[in-house]
């Protein structure tokens, strides 16, 4: 019988930690192994308030002029290793704003930064070059509630301070059909590098929550984004045509996936052509209606090297999605995923060619996106209604699909958790329950599951 992945085991060492000074060493070992170094935490010996500039945490005051205010000024003053702008305890309600290159927005303990929930004052900006339009609505899009374009060195942090979106007048928009642009999302980067978020909380995003979008070397580490289990497409972390990203240490309670990785929607990804690189995501938990770790559907710009690992789900309707449709073009290629728990889940594992909406209608029905080495290792589910589905396209077969000790049981008393494949080619070793035929033989075995 497969064994548990390694992440039920860290569990219960932390656990046991406060009890045993040898279990809390090991505990520590294990948790030690991270990306962040990709980007270093930069101390500012420059620092100002945002009371300085007329802030005022009453939850009533806005303080929008107040926020870029104290951006101009670390903009154009220019200090030596840049500056940190602290937010005090408080409730400070505020338009949208754009951060500033060497800067670090920190928040205290209690602080919150809220956004205003006057839509129809909400600024426009373009559509992003790769998916061509808004994505939910023709011409262009809200910008993000906190956003930063062409930016270098920019730091979000504190002391598990609150960003809120207030996304609820929204989502309402959404339900009602009565939104006329795409939603903004809470925070976004474009263009840009060197990035840290940390020790913060995401509350209530009108949109995606974190968007990191033609972008290199970010952090997200030791986040907790919360939204409400029916709030729509509030996606926690999308990086986007984006390489060296790193996603660690988060808790992540949203009505969208967790973790989505995209590169560009159809034609518009195609001739963008940026693709989306080297992402690591690590001890990641969390719950949502979709999906706990996905790419797609967007990778029309393409997807390699991405590794996740240590993840636990609770409560999600699919547990790894890999997604793409006709259209698309692109690759999704070189994904791992292993030691992962999950519990509760409508479905464990779904790779699919036929996820996910087009633009317009001037895609092309010829691109046919490619997807191979696709690796999923040391998986325990419990609760699990339907085992998995590897649906690939008739004239475009997902190659290489690499399952091994996959366990994946039931709700006791019903009907066991089966697999349904179509078009895909591959491997399996101890999964359980017994996989499709495609999958069934080993004759890969030793381009799966050799070791590097």
């Known amino acids: 019988m497969p064994r548990p992945p390694a992440c ?5 060492l932390l656990a046991a930690a406060s009890l045993s000074p040898l279990l809390s060493s090991v505990s520590v070992a294990e948790l030690a192994v991270t990306c962040s170094g990709i980007v270093p935490m930069r101390y500012r010996y ?19 002029k107040a926020f870029q205010e104290a951006i101009y000024r670390i903009q154009h003053l220019r200090r030596r290793g840049g500056t940190l702008l602290y937010i005090p305890p408080g409730v400070y309600l505020t338009g949208s704003f754009n951060l500033t290159s060497h800067m670090t927005l920190y928040l205290a303990r209690g602080a919150v930064i809220k956004a205003v929930q006057d839509t129809w004052t909400w600024p426009l900006i373009a559509p992003l070059p790769s998916y061509g339009r808004g994505r939910e609505r023709p011409g262009g899009r809200y910008i993000s509630f906190i956003h930063g374009d062409g930016l270098r060195d920019v730091v979000i942090t504190g002391e598990n301070g609150t960003i809120d979106g207030q996304g609820d007048v929204w989502w309402n928009m959404w339900r009602q059909r009565t939104l006329r642009f795409t939603r903004p999302n ?15 909380i995401f509350r209530n995003s009108p949109f995606w929550n974190i968007h990191p979008v033609y972008c290199r070397n970010v952090v997200i580490r030791y986040v907790t984004i919360l ?27 949203v009505g969208d996936d967790l973790v989505a990785v995209k590169s560009g929607w159809d034609e518009y990804g195609i001739r963008y052509g ?13 719950t949502s209606p979709f999906a706990g770790i996905a790419v797609g559907s967007e990778v029309s710009g393409g997807v390699e090297n991405v590794f996740a690992e240590n993840i636990n789900l609770y409560n ?17 290629k070189n994904i791992t995923v292993s030691d992962v728990y999950m519990e509760n889940v409508r479905k464990g594992i779904k790779i ?8 317009d209608e001037y895609y092309n029905r010829n691109a046919l996106p490619y997807v191979k080495g696709i690796t999923i290792k040391d998986v325990w589910g419990v609760k699990i209604q339907e085992a998995g589905l590897i649906q690939g396209l008739k004239n475009s077969p997902f190659t290489g699909i ?31 329950p017994w996989p499709c035929s495609e999958l069934a033989s080993t004759y890969q075995a030793s381009s799966c599951f050799s070791s590097p």
């Open 227 to 253: 939204a409400p289990y029916d709030s729509p497409n509030t996606d926690g972390i999308d990086p986007d045509s984006s390489s060296n990203v790193c996603i660690e240490d988060s808790f992540i309670s």
């Open 46 to 64: 420059d620092k100002i308030s945002i009371t300085d500039f007329g802030g005022v945490g009453d939850g009533r005051t806005l303080n929008t």
């Open 8 to 12: 039920a085991s860290i569990l219960l």
């Open 402 to 432: 690499c399952l091994s000790n996959v366990n994946l049981r039931g709700w006791p008393g019903r009907r066991r958790a089966k697999w349904t494949c179509e078009h895909v080619s591959g491997a399996s070793f101890e999964v359980s």
């Open 352 to 359: 699919s060619g036929n996820v996910g909406d087009h633009p």
């Open 186 to 200: 809470l925070v976004e980067f474009v263009n840009s590098k060197g990035i840290i978020i940390s020790n913060v």
């Open 316 to 332: 999600t309707g699919i547990g790894i999605h890999i997604k793409t449709n006709i259209g698309r073009g692109g690759f999704i």
């Open 274 to 286: 940026r693709l989306s690189s080297s992402i690591t995501i690590r001890r990641l938990t969390g």
